[in-house]
């Protein structure tokens, strides 16, 4: 993904909260460089989470080894806030150190006021978090739904955000998913990157009327699947067209009856298929030695030879 460096910078005089509308306030662009700032402290009850936040989830324990840090060696970057009433702001970057400090019982934190719009809120919430790299796929889509009505057009809005045009409409395709893959998204995140979920649109699209209701179903046993680890997310389109493809044929694949877990005591070590392409026994690295490895082997092939002769 292509992002576009981000940068942060003017001056606010110490211990000065100034209006927003102020021409006086530095433009924020970013939340990288704060060179050449000065901070001010406001009180936590004044201020207010951006309301662009695309992050669904915060870990606790990540905010606990944020809150330790701050204890340990201090705030190493204020917050960046804009005013929104007289004694009211919000947060334009820096949310979890907010929150941290919330977490510390602390009443006030380090704060550098800068002016920005609503979409500069917008970006910016989306451009602190995708550059770390952590926030998921149905994050940004739902952010970037949020604020696209603030831009002229969507090429405005995927150079806002560093975007390639193509790449940005894989995120719209969470939109187009059914109810109930979008309320797994809502408590899992991320469950379903763009191009899975773009791929799964795409199936979904193009299935006929008659086969529709069969689709959403495999695609119900597919998230399942993809929740217990025995399914990777960019084999679901695939699995909902040969699903299909055997239906249309006259088969009747069930895939809870064609798939058996294999077991050691209750822990589970593998699995036994069955398929139109075959038989596939398949067990984890680790559970068989060498040693048995080779004489299930030989068995194997010992069934298969006594086959050919009966």
Do not use: W
Not at 60 to 74: D, P, R, V
Not at 274 to 279: D, E, F, N, Q, V
Not at 292 to 307: A, P, R, Y
């Amino acid at each position: 993904m292509k992002k576009k460096p981000i940068t942060v910078s003017g001056l606010v005089q110490s211990g000065v909260i100034q209006n927003n509308l102020d021409s006086s306030l530095p433009k924020f662009k970013g939340q990288t460089d704060f060179a050449n700032t000065i901070a001010v402290s406001v009180p936590l009850e004044q201020i207010q989470p951006n309301p662009y936040q695309p992050r669904r989830i915060f870990p606790e324990s990540e905010l606990q080894e944020l809150a330790a840090s701050i204890t340990e060696i201090g705030l190493i970057q204020p917050i960046a806030v804009r005013k929104v009433t007289e004694n009211g702001y919000q947060i334009i970057a820096g949310e979890r150190r907010f929150r941290a400090f919330k977490q510390l019982n602390k009443t006030e934190i380090p704060c550098v006021l800068f002016s920005a719009t609503d979409a500069d809120m917008a970006v910016m919430a989306i451009a602190e978090n995708v550059s770390r790299q952590d926030l998921s796929d149905y994050e940004i889509s739902k952010s970037i739904r949020q604020v696209e009505k603030q831009f002229p057009s969507k090429t405005s809005l995927a150079e806002a955000l560093g975007f390639q045009r193509e790449d940005m409409y894989r995120y719209f395709a969470f939109d187009a998913l059914p109810d109930f893959v979008i309320e797994k998204l809502e408590t899992n995140p991320r469950l379903l990157a763009r191009n899975a979920a773009a791929e799964i649109k795409r199936v979904l699209n193009k299935t006929s009327p008659e086969h529709h209701e069969f689709a959403l179903s495999v695609l119900v046993e597919a998230l399942t699947l993809l929740e217990q680890g025995e399914i990777d997310q960019t084999k679901i389109a695939q699995l909902i067209e040969q699903k299909i493809k055997h239906l249309s044929a006259g088969e009747n694949l069930d895939l809870d009856k064609k798939k058996e877990h294999l077991f050691i005591n209750t822990k589970k070590v593998g699995h036994f298929s069955l398929s139109t392409k075959g038989i596939e026994v398949k067990i984890a690295a680790g559970v068989l030695s060498d040693e048995k490895s080779t004489t299930l082997k030989k068995i194997i092939n010992e069934f298969l030879n006594s086959t050919v002769t009966e």
